[in-house]
């Protein structure tokens, strides 16, 4: 009993990791993935829980072995431990390896985040603009008109790319089954890619604190089919007259992955 | 004493009346410019309150008598020479007193700071019972929006920051064989700028338009557009960051200059590591927040446009600037937040697994690199805010990379834990809580620092789960282990053990059942800061207000403990935990100077299982080394604390 404390530990370690990774790979995190990105999301997160799990019954498995095997025991009152101070080699492995590993875990992150942010030559563009306490989203129909909605419609598997802007304070767009977000920002126009892959009705949430009505700042973002897409944006009143010159791609062309455009004025939208 | 004489000394009479006359300065000053400029109306009642909010607190910290000494000196009227008759205390009245002897100071910060922990618990219970059901409570919107803001502004400010500095004014003079600390009069100023700055956190709920309402961050220009009470935030964060300043410059002098013979940096017990580090990051990045607050302060009150930049106005203010300045301070305050509980940590687990800290110097080391990489990863906060896409990537390496040093402490600490003898009393317990809960908190923060899985968690509920596992789990487990821990040393008196392994199991337990399921609402997206939240998130949100109820209530086992033992617990031995450093070789509580004879350092601070070791004996340097040398044999009794 008192011989292998390590390998008992061990062999409770690695049964508790076993049983840990279970449960956490089993419980369903993530809200239906409903994107390209919110699936390459939930891949990462799997990676991350299997790296993390034996990390933490390590810590775990260590503090509770040493408070049931090494407690006090009666009559060691005045006893100490063993004046061990320090082992290098133990050292260097500890804050080698954790590096090498977090290092491992950047470069997947990092090719995750290029994947997700990719750009998609012909991508849709809706122009999102948040105020106090409202998102509306803005489209060009085949007339080139704009057309205003206030929820999100997008056609299921064509890439889109969001223009973010907003007319007062900080927002932030989410909408939980496409795991992407992203603030709009007075002043500057920012970029969000995403590319629906699941038709359904999802919410799109306001997630940065922006005043009083903050927690009722949500509407729908509705992916259908590219044909019921046609057919809602061929039936919705389009705004305003129709375009001078060719103003639809004039700020939507800022090029890099969730890039910010600094626009001196931004144009409004019109009401 | 006549009331006009009381009225002439320092003290709270003259406060109150510098106050009234600090008040009728700001109704003058405003009411005189006004009309020199001719703005109508002449009398202003907000900008009244904002020279009101900066003239009443100098004023009153000026009739407390904060200041007498510099301002006799500065006007060549002859000083009263310190003759320490205002050190010590004798009764709870001294402790309402403008007094510099650090371990009043101490008792002065940790006491308030508890305050405040009450303060803002009861607003988390107001949260809870908020959330408790879906759709809207008895709260408005815009009043959640300021009892959460309220509640992470007093926890941040006025708790974790401020009790650590409290712990650390106590024992660390003691601890390295100081007498006081290197400034005692700017000490007892830093400690009253901070209830100033807490009951002006507090005070902004009676403001017109009610309490400051855009989060702890305040992020412009949603502050800036804010009522009144936005600008009580503002004022406040000047306080009590000058006070964070000052109290960190005096460690580090302290530190510096003040540490016994023999004392080595290389000998310092890793509280005074932890200290040292900390006080570094307070001095180069709480100057940050403060301006970030003088800019909004100028925008709210003057119409600057720092950070105006409404489309279509042609303003060209930048909004995400505020952003970065906020977070150069405000990253860095997570680790003035956590080090000094490594600290605390450290010495609870060496003395209470009677074993030396395995790997001294890589824990000291650990700290530093802390201290230099914590400023680096600011943007992680960011990383959804529309900055310029590419800090994304360098803040994720060294968000993951800072990581590592923290793993050395944590495995460190396991590795002391190993063949220890563990005594599994009530700050043990404490210490062997916050390494499973800071190290949930450490994994989800890694996890956080890659990007894509930040863009779908950040500004969720996993957030919150996060910063809770690692404040709540981290730095308030190490408070309590701490307040335990040296309970004996600052009152005098034995808490009851008993009842804090019941606070421990029910404060463990219920935080776990708390935040835990926080990680999981965040992730089903869930977002944070809303009075109110979709149907589908009702079952949890119950449970966790359940929960969070019962780890209300667990602190008033707490609160029990700790004034019952300090009124009638059975006096404490001068070492009861059988440790080495230089506090505990003292009598509980230490004589008024600390040390009758000054002590000389002659070894580490964790030597235990070697026999004979010591690290502190009471002998001039000379004979010290005749006594040390070649003989091991000599023990310091705990006799020492004669006086």
Known sequence: MRKHPLLQMGVLGAAVTAVLLAIVLSIHWFPTDASTQAHNVRTLYDVLLIVSVP?????????????????????EEDTDGPPIHGNTRLEVVWTALPAILLVGLCAYSYSVLRSNEKTHPGAMVVNVTARQFAFEFSYRNAAGREVVSPDLYLPRGRPVVLHLRS?????????PQFSEKLDAVPGIVTTLRITPTRAGHYPVECTELCGAGHSLMRTGAFVVSPAAFHTWLSSQKPNGPPPVGNPPKAAAQPGVPGSTTPVANPKPPKE | MALSAKLRTPGWYRAALYDVLGFAFAFGLVVLVRWLMHQHPVIDGKAITIVALIAVPLAFLIGMGAADYWFYWAIGRPTRAEDHSAHGAHTWRDYFRVNTDHKVIGIQYTVSSFFFLFVGG???????????????????????????S???????????????????????????????????????????????????????????????????????????????????????????????????????????????????????????WANFSTS???????????????????DTSLHFHFFDAYVGAGKNGNVIMYQHVFWFYSHPAVYIMMLPGFGIISEILAVKARKPIFGYRMMAFSLLAIVVLGFTVWAHHMFVSGMAPWIRIPMMITTAIIAVPTGIKIFSWLATLWRGVLHMDTPMLFALGFLTMFTLGGISGVMLAMVPFDIHVSQTYFIVAHIHYVLFGGSL????????????????????????????????????????????????????????????????????????????????????????????????????????????????????????????????????????????????PVEAQKATAGATAFSTPPSQESH
């Not at chain 2, 959330?131 to 009043?143: H, I, R, S």
């Not at chain 2, 570094?280 to 100028?298: D, E, G, H, N, R």
């Open chain 1, 55 to 75: 990390i933490f019954v390590i810590v775990l498995t260590v503090v509770s072995y040493s408070a049931w095997h090494f407690r006090m025991k009666p009559g």
């Open chain 1, 167 to 175: 007319l007062d304070v900080v927002h932030s767009f989410f909408v």
């Open chain 2, 477 to 620: 487990m190490t408070i309590f282990a701490g307040v335990y821990y040296w309970f004996p040393k600052m009152t005098g008196r034995m808490f009851d053990d008993r009842l804090g392994k019941w606070h421990f199991w029910t404060t463990f337990i219920f935080a776990n059942l708390t935040f835990g399921p926080m990680h999981y609402l965040g992730m089903q997206g869930m977002p944070r800061r809303v009075a109110e939240y979709a149907v589908q998130f009702a079952g949890w949100n119950l449970f966790i207000s359940l929960c969070s109820f019962a780890l209300g209530a667990s602190t008033l086992i707490f609160l029990y403990n700790v004034v019952a033992s300090w009124r009638g617990g059975p006096r404490a031995a001068a070492n009861p935990w059988r440790a080495m450093t230089l506090e505990w070789q003292v009598s509980s509580p230490p004589p008024i100077f600390n040390f009758d004879a000054v002590p000389t350092v002659v070894g580490g601070p964790y030597e235990y299982g070697i026999p004979g070791a010591v690290h502190g004996i009471f002998k001039p």
């Open chain 2, 122 to 148: 009861l607003l988390a219970m107001l949260i809870r019972a908020q959330l408790a059901k879906p759709g809207m409570q008895f709260l408005t919107t815009e009043q959640y929006n300021g009892v959460f």
């Open chain 2, 150 to 272: 309220v509640h992470a502004s007093l926890l941040i400010f006025l708790f974790v920051i401020p009790v650590f500095a409290g712990l650390a004014n106590f024992v660390l003079p003691l601890m390295i064989g100081a007498p006081d600390m290197a400034f005692p009069r700017l000490n007892a100023l830093s400690f009253w700028l901070l209830p100033l700055a807490g009951l002006m956190m507090l005070a902004s709920f009676l403001a017109p338009g009610g309490s400051f309402a855009a989060g702890w961050t305040a992020y412009a220009p949603l502050s800036t557009t804010m009522p009144l009470g936005q600008l009580f935030f503002t004022i406040a964060i000047q306080l009590a960051g000058a006070s964070s300043i000052a109290t960190a410059l005096n460690f580090l002098v302290t530190i510096i200059t003040m540490r016994a013979p023999g004392m080595s940096f290389f000998r310092m017990p890793l509280l005074v």
């Open chain 2, 280 to 298: 570094l990051l307070v001095v180069i990045a709480t100057p940050f927040i403060a301006a970030s607050q003088f800019l909004v302060l100028l």
